[in-house]
């Protein structure tokens, strides 16, 4: 199946009451891990890119090419959308150009009036070519690509404002965090999430930062609106320990154990592990 915007997928996990993970893509394991966890859980899916990761798989089309050639060759027929996480407008426009299915731009930084206006002309060219288009409104806390936010909470009238310049989803900060939780890290603000809600209708929500949000956490989420969940940290987190656990054990000097196929093998399986574990807790399981 080829790619799909991601606007189908998450009506239906609105209406359906899960989320559909997307799940930040860094290199062919990654990408393979993930697609093929998708396809066997029967779980719509999506591929997030953020700009750092895009550059370092040599560009966009780079990744464009070996995720519409991975979705051919290993025969995936769930929906799959190729997403830009945390897109800049220039990075977004590249995108479009090259062949993303869904992108998101991140005018948070911006203040609302200039957010209002660049995610406007955003959303004509994606309505235009048939991709969706994720905005966001106050900055989710943590460090992503070097941008720091603090972990605000959104103003549900601005939330208001921008979903009805007619986005896909819209990503909303309720007290969470890129990266790893700190010990004091007080919890989302479920109150800001239902009032953003209650302003933005069907309206699929997006949560950052999915990584170490109690399931308890995720689930409240969800049943207040929540459609997507972005993971990121986490898989990079087990993919790491795996690869370690090799290594110490001495595998790599055990016959041909070097071998890259071999070397990255327990992290792309742990991978699979996280992404399975995560699309359970959402509800997507069966979904596609
Ligand atoms: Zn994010």
Known sequence: MPL??????????????????????????????????????KSP???GVSEGAGKYMCGYKTVVGMVEGMLEELGITVPVALHLDHGSYEGAKKCIEAGFSSIMFDGSHYPIEENFEKTKELVAICEEK???????????????????????CADPDECKLIADLGVTMLAAGIGNIHGVYPE???????????????????????????TGIPDDMIQKAIALGVSKINVNTECQIVF???????????????????????L?????????????????????????
């Not at 790491?240 to 090799?246: I, K, N, P, V």
């Open 184 to 210: 004091n890290w007080p919890g989302l603000s479920f109150e800001t999430l239902d009032a953003i809600q209650a302003k933005t209708g069907i309206m699929p929500l997006v949560l950052h930062g999915g």
């Open 264 to 288: 990255l093998a327990p992290g792309t399986e742990a991978i699979k592990a996280k992404v399975k574990e995560k699309m359970e807790i959402f509800g997507s399981v069966g979904k596609a």
């Open 130 to 152: 048939g991709l969706s288009i994720e905005a966001e409104v106050g900055s989710i806390g943590g460090e992503e690509d070097g941008v720091i936010g603090m972990g605000e």
């Open 240 to 262: 790491a320990e795996a690869t370690r656990a090799y290594i110490e054990a001495g595998k790599d000097r055990q016959g041909k154990g070097f071998d890259p196929r071999k």
């Open 45 to 47: 899916v999506i591929l």
């Open 4 to 41: 799909v915007n991601a606007k189908e997928m998450l009506t239906k996990a609105k209406a359906g009451h899960y989320a559909v993970g997307q799940f930040n893509i860094n290199n062919l394991e990654w990408t393979k891990a993930i697609l093929l966890t998708a396809e066997e859980l």
